[in-house]
């Protein structure tokens, strides 16, 4: 068994909830109302800002050119793919960029970006990819939910779910998968522990995450 199958059967419960929540299920049904979405947009947008330091952080702590190469690559397909969802609903939701860099990250927000850049800053490749995985992994996952469940209607939020169960989007989620069976195979039990708990936090925080966007808590 891969170690990504182990670190999943410990949050399957948890990330199947997500399927669920009214936020999520709101965006595969075209009914969530536009303002949560736009309290979302900016709160994910300054989210991801420091998601891509922690990929940075990647490059900073290889000690191989391959894996430096995949980290910039990940950083850079997150600023410029995944971000790319983000900047188009902006447009549409008529955020400017002056309203973005005048908003503070939720409490929730700058909780999980934190623990993530503590994480990343304390450990080695393992520890940064682990941090990373929940969110690129566990969208992709709820992209291919609302996709299998509503299909891609004409709705406000249809461009949200293509981006996520792109052929793109796959290819990161991949990348980063390969990444961490490959840098845990030789760890110990212990260790491989301790990634188990950074997994299931930074899946907890995905959880309040959902709940902070519905809710539009600061």
């Keep these: 068994m891969l ?4 670190l999943y ?5 948890l990330w199947t909830s997500f399927y669920s929540h009214p936020f999520v299920d709101g965006i595969g049904s075209g009914k969530l109302d536009k303002e949560k979405f736009k309290f979302y947009m900016i709160q994910d ?10 990929y940075s952080l990647g490059v900073v702590k ?3 050119e391959e894996t430096m190469a995949k980290f910039s690559s990940l950083a850079n397909g997150i600023l410029n793919t995944e971000m790319t969802i983000h900047r188009n609903y902006m447009k549409k939701l008529g955020i ?3 309203e973005v860099e005048n908003t503070k990250m939720s409490l929730h927000n700058a909780s999980y970006t934190h623990y993530m850049l503590a994480v990343s800053y304390a450990g080695g490749i393992a520890e940064i990819a682990v941090s990373l995985l929940s969110c690129l992994w566990s ?3 709820i992209g291919k939910h609302l996709y299998n469940k509503y299909g891609i209607q004409d709705n406000f939020y249809a461009d ?3 981006g996520y169960i792109s052929d793109e989007y796959h290819e990161l989620n991949e990348w980063l998968l390969e990444l961490v069976n490959r840098y845990s195979e030789d760890l110990s039990r212990k260790q491989k522990e301790k990634l188990i708990e950074i997994f299931v936090n930074t899946s907890r925080y995905e959880g309040l995450f959902w709940d902070m966007a519905y809710k539009g808590e600061m």
């Design 3 to 6: 170690f990504t199958d182990e």
């Design 9 to 13: 059967k410990n949050v399957e419960e």
């Design 45 to 54: 947008y300054l989210y991801l800002l420091d998601y891509a330091k922690v």
């Design 62 to 64: 290889s000690t191989d």
């Design 96 to 98: 400017t960029n002056e």
């Design 139 to 141: 969208y992709e996952l």
């Design 160 to 162: 949200w779910i293509k």
